[in-house]
């Protein structure tokens, strides 16, 4: 018969047949669960989702500096912030610079040209429009 002496400050126990240190076992669970924690973390860290937040924040300082600028309060502030994040702002502001890029050259044709008067607004529409 073997006897074992065993260390009371240190005391045996058993997992499926065989005597396993308490501290070693402890420090196999923090390795496994740091090792979860790990890529449970870089699971969010390199999701798009992740991005797509700080896309929409960067969208929500910008309206907000805008809505600011222009002094709104209440619901008009509301009704800015609203079309302003939802992407209308925009898209206004495209089709905006769209009619400004063709009044820039028309003006400019309009200038060689040395039109003036009513020749000039009658070149002006037309150019408006052709380019439309």
Do not use: W
Not at 22 to 39: C, N, Q
Not at 63 to 89: I, P, T, V, Y
Not at 101 to 118: H, I, Q, R, S, Y
């Amino acid at each position: 018969m073997i006897v074992r002496q065993v260390n009371v400050a240190t005391p045996m126990t058993y997992s499926r047949g065989r005597p396993t240190h308490p501290v070693k076992r402890g420090m196999i669970m923090k390795k496994l669960i740091s090792a979860a924690a790990l890529i449970l973390a870089s699971q969010f860290t390199l999701s798009p989702a992740a991005f797509a937040g700080t896309q929409q924040q960067e969208r929500m300082k910008t309206c907000n500096a805008e809505a600011k600028a222009k002094n709104l309060a209440g619901d008009a502030r509301k009704a800015f912030m609203k079309d302003c994040l939802s992407g209308k702002q925009q898209e206004a502001k495209s089709a905006r610079t769209a009619q400004q890029e063709k009044m820039k050259t028309c003006n400019a044709e309009a200038k060689t040209k040395g039109l003036k008067g009513d020749a000039r607004k009658a070149f002006m529409k037309e150019c408006l429009s052709k380019q439309a």
